[in-house]
């Protein structure tokens, strides 16, 4: 039973080119939650995502990133025209259940840590 | 906002000892979850133990255990019988009433636990 799946696990982006994250959930799981890690850190919330829809984006930067996950494929976190300050892993998580319900824990994915050049 | 708080950075324990990690959280809320993840040096979030706010007994996940303290608002991790592979970041993160539209987990900043041999 696989886990969440992320790739890359690692990438590196120089100033100004963009980044593209993926992210498959467990198996069964239809909601996924991107997360970033800043050094000595804990993890902040960035989006919630179900099927097609962006439920919560309260967390992502207003300009420059965004989320999407389609009726098909992984989930992606897209960072344009990335800046050093973006450098952090970035977490995905997915659940089972709708956000909210019992069946709700969200299991993590093992990051892509991003270094900006 | 609900914020989460580990007043320990660091803490250390010697192999088959018992060691406590703090947590405390300020909420308005009644209804509320709590965990514990645990990051190793490989960067996974795992799940470590779980509470329901509305559940006043302690969880127990085999050598782990809480001490949930909802009027102190603390959520302290019992480790017993420390291991060698639980030395890692551990974070402490809270999640809002369930259906109230609370998505996001709010982590603290971390201890990181090392296990001495």
């Known amino acids: 039973n696989a886990g969440v799946m992320q790739n890359p696990r690692h990438l590196v982006r120089r100033r100004g080119q963009e980044a593209r994250l993926r992210c498959s959930p467990m198996?069964?799981?239809?909601?996924v939650y991107w997360y970033r890690q800043l050094p000595e850190e804990g993890l902040k919330f960035m989006v919630y995502?179900?099927?097609?829809?962006?439920?919560?984006e309260s967390g992502m930067p207003k300009e420059r990133f965004s989320a999407e996950f389609p009726k098909e494929g992984p989930s992606i976190l897209r960072i344009q025209q990335v800046v050093r300050g973006d450098s952090a892993a970035y977490f995905c998580?997915?659940?089972?259940?709708?956000?909210?319900?019992?069946?709700?824990?969200?299991?993590f994915g093992p990051g892509t840590r991003l270094t900006v050049l | 906002a609900q914020t989460v708080t580990q007043s320990q950075p660091e803490m250390s324990v010697q192999e088959a000892e018992t060691v406590t990690l703090s947590c405390t959280y300020d909420?308005?809320?009644?209804?509320?979850?709590l965990f514990w993840y645990k990051q190793p040096p490989s960067r996974q979030m795992i799940l470590v133990i779980r509470?329901?706010?509305?559940?006043?007994q302690n969880a127990t996940e085999n050598r782990f255990s809480v001490n949930f303290q909802k009027a102190a608002k603390s959520f302290s991790l019992k480790i017993s019988d420390s291991q060698l592979g639980d030395a890692a970041m551990y974070f402490c993160?809270?999640?809002?009433?369930?259906?109230?539209?609370?998505?996001?987990?709010?982590f603290g900043k971390g201890t990181k636990l090392s296990v001495i041999p």
């Open positions: 998580a997915s659940s089972p259940g709708a956000s909210g319900s019992s069946t709700d824990t969200q299991y």
């Open positions: 198996k069964g799981h239809s909601h």
């Open positions: 995502l179900q099927k097609e829809n962006i439920i919560d």
């Open positions: 909420t308005s809320e009644s209804d509320y979850y």
């Open positions: 509470q329901e706010a509305y559940k006043q």
């Open positions: 993160a809270y999640r809002g009433k369930p259906g109230a539209g609370s998505y996001q987990l709010t």
